[in-house]
């Protein structure tokens, strides 16, 4: 690896940790915690197997982002509804995301 590619991914995991700690200060704060106070053992009485794990990454990827851009309850909801039933499932066990979905 040449001293520019190692640059680069320098700066780009820069930009990354940027937007985490964006997220992590944002608007869904709380939401994050809680959804990520989540254990496997809770994730799996959901959906047990490998693919609630990936649908669980997808909408922590999906509140995050929310988080950091300061997106409506309403938008976040639609973001969260199109990741499907299991997202929706998962992000009841956040006691704010409950009242949405109710």
């Known amino acids: 690896m ?39 053992t809770e994730i799996d009485a959901i959906v047990p197997g490998t693919t609630d794990l990936e649908v669980y990454d997808q909408l922590m990827t999906v509140v995050k982002e929310a988080s950091r851009r300061n997106l409506s309850q309403a938008e976040l909801k639609n973001r969260i509804e199109t990741l499907g039933d299991i997202a929706v499932t998962i992000a009841k066990k956040s006691a704010t995301f409950a009242k949405l979905f109710f």
């Open 2 to 40: 040449n001293g520019e590619s190692l640059k680069d991914l320098e700066e780009e995991l820069k930009e990354i940790l940027a937007k985490n700690h964006e997220a992590f200060v944002g608007r869904y704060a709380k939401e994050i915690d809680e959804l990520l106070g989540l254990s496997r």
